[in-house]
Antibody, heavy 115, light 112 residues
Framework: EVQLVESGGGLVQPGASLKLSCVASGFTFSDYWMSWVRQTPGKTMEWIGDIKYDGSYTNYAPSLKNRFTISRDNAKSTLYLQMSNVRSEDTATYYC????????WGQGVMVTVSS | DVVLTQTPPTLSATIGQSVSISCRSSQSLLHSNGNTYLHWLLQRPGQSPQLLIYLVSRLESGVPNRFSGSGSGTDFTLKISGVEAEDLGVYYCVQGTHAPYTFGAGTKLELK
């Protein structure tokens, strides 16, 4: 059974940094490009970026590339999202999902940015 | 960026009714490799999204065949032939052809 389990979210203050993790199981993680996607409280879905199966290449949404960094550890079947200088508009539920088919989704992890 | 315009934003249906959702793209979603990475997701209330249809018309494993997808280029449609109660939720189209990948705004399917 495929599982994606996101973690690392919570309440953070504006300007802080946060690192999210996504642990994958049930499929060969190292064969897949992986994305981070977020869903705002208003239910808008936004693609953040993705990373090649071997970690050698990343794509980002232009508006986020200066603050967000995606990495992976294939030995641990884990995807990461490093968020820096967070803002209130980063408040969302964050999901990891394979690209370009978006075929598996975890339960998501909530990030709330507020003072 | 590719803009996906979904219509209608809300759909009211009775059980057994057939409905369609449109997703129009601001540019062709045909990839240079010949695939069209236009997919449909369903997010039921309180749940994560799930893939229903991939590559325009291919049914994801385990998804009932009352769901079907069609279209090409910039115009795509999801059809549900006989809505069931478990189909209620928000439907999103998503494109994986042109980075940054983008989602439609969603269509909420509710019971009339």
């Amino acid at each position: 059974e495929v599982q994606l389990v996101e973690s690392g979210g919570g309440l953070v203050q504006p300007g802080a940094s946060l690192k999210l993790s996504c642990v994958a199981s049930g499929f060969t993680f190292s064969d897949y490009w992986m994305s981070w996607v977020r869903q705002t409280p208003g239910k808008t879905m936004e693609w953040i970026g993705d990373i090649k199966y071997d970690g050698s290449y990343t794509n980002y949404a232009p508006s986020l590339k200066n603050r967000f960094t995606i990495s992976r550890d294939n030995a641990k079947s884990t995807l990461y999202l490093q968020m820096s200088n967070v803002r209130s508009e980063d408040t969302a539920t964050y999901y990891c999902t394979p690209t370009p088919y978006f075929d598996y989704w975890g339960q998501g992890v909530m990030v709330t940015v507020s003072s | 960026d590719v803009v996906l315009t979904q219509t209608p934003p809300t759909l009211s249906a009775t059980i057994g009714q057939s409905v369609s959702i449109s997703c129009r793209s601001s540019q062709s979603l045909l990839h240079s490799n010949g695939n069209t990475y236009l997919h449909w997701l369903l997010q039921r209330p309180g749940q994560s999204p799930q893939l229903l249809i991939y590559l325009v018309s291919r049914l994801e494993s385990g998804v009932p065949n009352r769901f079907s997808g069609s279209g090409s280029g910039t115009d795509f449609t999801l059809k549900i032939s006989g809505v069931e109660a478990e189909d209620l939720g928000v439907y999103y189209c998503v494109q994986g052809t042109h980075a940054p990948y983008t989602f439609g705004a969603g269509t909420k399917l509710e019971l009339k």
